[in-house]
């Protein structure tokens, strides 16, 4: 069955840097795309990124482009989300989502995704 588990959250400052890993298993990862979301307490869920596993193009939220990237490990089922230049406002809980390419429109929409992790958490203290 599809599996999502993130990890790599962790306490940092602000400037600092983390990467989260999203390992997955249970299908094949080309025919799909993967998102990372989060969410901060009292906050909507917002788009952080996502990727199409099969040619590789990627997305990003506003707050977060020239920080983040989003990659995949080479010839592994890991899908990293490098964050450099943390800000306070970044302190939220990281999910990564997965689904089929071929039912997806919108890749930043949190809602076309069906198969989630638990979630990792990530604080910056300014």
């Known amino acids: 069955q599809v599996q999502l588990v993130e990890s790599g959250g962790d306490l940092v400052q602000s400037g600092g840097s983390l990467r989260l890993s999203c390992t997955a298993s249970?299908?094949?990862?080309?025919?799909?795309?993967i998102g990372w979301f989060r969410q901060a307490p009292g906050k909507e869920r917002e788009p952080v990124s996502s990727?199409?596993?099969?040619?590789?193009?990627?997305y990003y939220g506003d707050s977060v482009k020239g920080r983040f990237t989003i990659s995949r490990a080479n010839a592994k089922n890991i899908i990293y989300l490098q964050m450099n230049y943390l800000k306070s406002e970044d302190t939220a809980l990281y999910y990564c989502?997965?689904?089929?390419?071929?039912?997806?429109?919108?890749?930043?929409?949190?809602?076309?995704?069906?198969?989630w992790g638990q979630g990792t958490q990530v604080t910056v203290t300014s």
């Open positions: 249970g299908f094949t990862l080309e025919d799909y795309a």
């Open positions: 989502a997965t689904h089929p390419l071929a039912d997806i429109v919108h890749f930043t929409d949190a809602n076309e995704y069906f198969y």
């Open positions: 990727i199409n596993l099969s040619d590789g193009t990627t």
